[in-house]
């Protein structure tokens, strides 16, 4: 069974760093991209980045460009967001998920987690 | 980025009856639209992807059509189960986007 668990997130101040973690299993983590998606409370989805399977390339929504930084590792089966500057606006709950598709960048999400609350307040 | 504006919001409907939930892009996006479930406390579901292709386990009471810029899920007989949210998202071009849901309520 595929399963996704994110953890790191809770409450940080405006302009402070946090780390999320999502741990991968059922699967083998080092076939498939890798993506995160945040939703703002009582909003939508927005896509924020992916990687691909080997960790080689990497691609960002706009509104975290040069802010957050996606990374994994195979060995370990886990897939990392770095986020640094935070801003209020980034308060959300994000979300990991695997991409469709074993090898192809194809953007669509087939397995997700349960997400991880990230507030950014004073 | 492409824009995907879903209708309607707010959808209210009975167990058993057939409901519909639109996509419209602001470009065409070729067949290349995945519709996702969305239940509280639980992980989100990949109900279709490339417009209609259903994903492994979904209920053939869920169909999708459409192709270029207009989309549509359309759920048959509804279950207890089906009550939630709904979103499409294109996945033709990077920035990957989402619709802004559709919200399926129990009459």
């Known amino acids: 069974e595929v399963q996704l668990v994110e953890s790191g997130g809770g409450l940080v101040q405006p302009g402070r760093s946090m780390k999320l973690s999502c741990a991968a299993s059922?699967?083998?983590?080092?076939?498939?991209?890798m993506a995160w998606v945040r939703q703002a409370p009582k909003k939508g989805l927005e896509w924020v980045a992916s990687i691909s399977y080997e960790g080689s390339s990497t691609y960002y929504g706009d509104s975290v460009k040069g802010r957050f930084t996606i990374s994994r590792d195979n060995a370990k089966s886990t897939l990392y967001l770095q986020m640094n500057s935070l801003r209020s606006e980034d308060t959300a709950t994000y979300y990991c998920a695997r991409h469709g598709v074993k090898r192809r960048p194809y953007y669509y999400f087939d397995y997700w987690g349960q997400g991880v609350m990230v507030t950014v307040s004073s | 980025d492409v824009q995907m504006t879903q209708s309607p919001s707010n959808l209210a409907a009975s167990p058993g009856e057939s409901v519909s939930i639109n996509c419209k892009a602001s470009k065409s996006i070729s067949k290349y639209l995945a519709w996702y479930q969305q239940k509280p406390g639980k992980a989100n579901k990949l109900l279709i992807y490339s417009g209609s292709t259903l994903q492994s386990g979904t209920p053939s009471r869920f169909s999708g059509s459409g192709s270029g810029t207009d989309f549509t899920l359309t759920i048959r007989n509804l279950e207890p189960e089906d009550f939630g949210l709904y979103y499409c998202?294109?996945?033709?071009?990077?920035?990957?986007?989402f619709g802004s849901g559709t919200k399926l309520e129990i009459k």
């Open positions: 998202q294109q996945h033709n071009e990077y920035p990957p986007t």
């Open positions: 059922g699967f083998t983590f080092s076939d498939y991209y």
